[in-house]
């Protein structure tokens, strides 16, 4: 009987951890475009309304270097209560005050909240779920994400009713999570037998970890390599912008189709074999696209194969290392992969810029290719090490 309690408990915990994940990719879909298009309203300048959406990703960025601390002491609950309501904060104040500054800091504590919200919320899965079951929670994680992120630019058709209703709808959404949220009993994470200084649990991380962790510094230069230099290769190859505006979200789709599938494999077969064929047969998908030319079906087809395989990279990997590492050490790596994730970000579409102006238009995918082949090479020199 006291079991299938605590079975039951667990389950309406994770689902309630669902539902702040949807609400939390809606709220970041449809900020992203809408944000954009009003100040693009108001008659800002493209350069600094590109400016402008880089807070987003300066207040993850910049969260993640003290955000271990306070999950640690105060547990998952706060954590996540304080990001929603950084959030919530941040969107119903939006429409107050269209001004390129204020919408700056706003978008910082948005960014702020966010990261607060996905680190522990992430954290609060893999280190519950029973080893057996932890690809299929984090993949329910990510595929929770990816459907609130697609549904989020819906919000942006109620501009029509006036600029405050996708605001205000978009934080009544928090609301409601937030109460079932409270209802939930607080975690924390497990403690080490004594405290060891940030950069000793970093150390140890990356000796044990470093594999599983790559695959947030490959999924963060995938997605935003994709999202920055494709539109140029595409218009260069002879797309339109309708087409480049169509086949974008299939890399999206066919990750979704795919995360259960594959965490559920990697319960099955291992993690380690997934993610080395997942990223072969990514790698040939992005080789194969300059190779479609201006087909708009071969290259979706290749691109719902590429994101179907590695999509689940960020979820996969952080399963992965929730397998191979002390418990204590889960929110120091979950804190690696989140800096990592964002240092992808940030140079993918540098170093794609780069290789288009420099070397050809195609190259892009040529590069892509080939760290997914560096990485199922790493995958199969490494080895589990005992702590």
Excluded at 60 to 88: A, D, H, N
Excluded at 283 to 290: R, T
Excluded at 298 to 314: P, Q, T
Aim: charge should be positive; glycine fraction near 10%; aromatic fraction near 12%.
């Amino acid at each position: 009987m006291e079991m299938a309690f605590n079975s039951s408990n667990s389950n309406r915990k994770l689902v309630t951890l669902i539902l702040v994940i949807v609400v939390a990719g809606m709220s970041q879909g449809m900020l992203m475009p809408l944000l954009t298009i009003l100040l693009d309203r108001s008659g800002v300048s493209t350069d600094a309304n590109g400016l402008n959406a880089t807070a987003l990703y300066i207040g993850i960025f910049s969260t993640m270097f003290f955000i271990e601390k306070p999950v640690r002491r105060y547990g998952y609950k706060p954590v996540i209560v304080v990001g929603m309501g950084l959030i919530i904060t941040a969107t119903c104040l939006f429409p107050l005050w269209q001004q390129v500054g204020f919408w700056f800091i706003l978008r910082l504590l948005v960014g702020a909240g966010d990261s607060a919200l996905h680190y522990a919320t992430q954290l609060w899965i893999v280190t519950s779920s029973p080893k057996e079951r932890r690809g299929r929670n984090i993949s329910l994680y990510g595929m929770a994400y990816g459907v609130g992120f697609s549904l989020g630019p819906i919000g942006i058709t109620l501009l029509k009713a006036g600029i405050w209703v996708p605001f205000l709808i978009t934080s009544c959404f928090f609301l409601i999570v937030l109460i079932l949220l409270l209802k939930r009993s607080n975690e924390r994470p497990d403690r080490g037998e004594r405290v060891e200084a940030v950069h000793k649990r970093a150390s140890k991380v990356l000796t044990i970890a470093w594999f599983p962790l790559l695959t947030s510094l490959l999924f963060g230069y995938m997605e935003a390599s994709m999202n920055s230099n494709f539109p140029l290769y595409g218009l260069r190859v002879g797309l339109t912008e309708s087409d480049i505006g169509v086949l974008l979200p299939i890399i999206g789709v066919g990750s979704l189709i795919m995360q259960l599938p594959l965490g559920i494999w990697s319960d099955r077969v291992g993690r380690r074999n997934i993610l080395i064929v997942s990223g072969i047969i990514g790698s040939i998908a992005f080789l194969c696209i300059p190779f479609a030319g201006a087909n708009l079906w071969w290259i979706g087809l290749l691109f719902g194969v590429a994101g179907g395989m590695v999509g689940s990279f960020f979820s996969l990997g952080l399963a992965y290392a929730s397998d191979i590492l002390p418990r204590h050490l889960l929110p120091t790596a979950n804190v690696i992969a989140s800096i990592q994730y964002s240092v992808g970000s940030i140079v993918g579409p540098l170093i794609g810029g780069m290789a288009i102006r420099y070397i050809n238009v195609a190259s892009i995918f040529y590069l892509i290719s080939l760290i997914y082949v560096l990485f199922a090479l790493s995958g199969l020199i490494f080895r589990r090490q005992s702590v």
